[in-house]
């Protein structure tokens, strides 16, 4: 499946499920065409320059920002195009470069405004994913990584991310879960009864949620670090595609965080 066949999958379902579900509507289709952008991102000079090097997917986002804020400020939500209009004239270059290294480098920046975080994480999200997809070829027949570190608390085997989304899989008598991760979209195995966040494994405070209203979708919580993590069921809806389908289901955010649960990574449109 090339790059763009994954974009085009993620509009196509960010289309239907917006056609079917009036409550999110507004953020599915503003997704759609988010996602269009990032797409034609990555194809604009062919992909084949995509993954010379981390510097130059730096400079080729540096050079996206101008015309992403402007695309924001047409077609992005009221408070996100106030946001992107003052971008333009606040944000020094110098600024928007070091912001993408620390999230290139893992690690997410707490001082950046939830707009800035927006920009670096959806202008990155097309090269990290690029950048995926190859070293997987690459390395295939390496040892993969479990994806967790010492203490048993979930990252990226390929980018040191945090997953977004996990995904429940039929697997004979039984179910798999993995996490997808929410810069490269990597996705990789993960234990059923492990808190992401914590690595807490006491099945009696790991409570999941559910809601008739979106069968396909658990609300994965821990008690422990009170942390939840949506999964996707793949056994109650095969067309599922977990990035769209999590943002599709932002009611449960809502009822999570009236519950006390912090997101374990907030998704791209910071929810
Ligand atoms: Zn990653
Ligand atoms: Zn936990």
Request: charged share 25%; glycine share 4%.
């Amino acid at each position: 499946v090339t790059h763009a066949a994954r974009w085009d999958a993620r509009i196509a379902r960010a289309r239907e499920l917006a056609a079917r579900q009036p409550v999110a509507k507004p953020i599915l289709t503003f997704y759609a065409a988010l996602a269009e952008f990032q797409k034609n991102l990555l194809i604009s000079r062919g992909p084949d320059d995509v993954l010379e090097s981390a510097e130059s997917s730096t400079d080729r986002i540096i050079e996206a920002i101008p015309r992403f804020l402007e695309f924001l400020s047409r077609s992005a939500p009221a408070q996100l195009a106030a946001a992107a209009e003052m971008m333009r004239d606040d944000v020094a270059t110098t600024e928007w470069r070091e912001l993408i290294d620390r999230y290139g480098a893992g690690h997410e920046s707490t001082d950046a405004s939830p707009e800035m975080a927006f920009v670096v994480e959806a202008l990155l999200q097309p090269f990290a994913e690029a950048t995926a997809l190859a070293l997987k070829d690459s390395n295939r027949d390496d040892e993969p990584r479990d994806g967790a570190t010492s203490n048993r608390i979930a990252e990226c085997p390929l980018c040191s991310g945090k997953p977004v989304v996990g995904l429940l899989r039929e697997e004979g008598q039984s179910a798999r879960r993995s996490l997808i991760c929410a810069t490269c979209f990597t996705e990789w195995p993960w234990p059923r009864i492990v808190c992401p966040a914590c690595g807490h494994d006491v099945f009696e405070s790991l409570p999941v949620y559910q809601s008739e209203a979106f069968p396909a979708v658990r609300v994965e919580a821990c008690d422990a670090c009170k942390t939840y993590i949506k999964t996707i069921d793949l056994s109650k809806d095969p067309l599922a595609i977990a990035i769209v389908d999590e943002l599709a289901s932002v009611p449960l955010d809502l009822w999570a965080r009236e519950q006390g649960y912090t997101k374990v990574k907030a998704n791209i449109l910071r929810m």
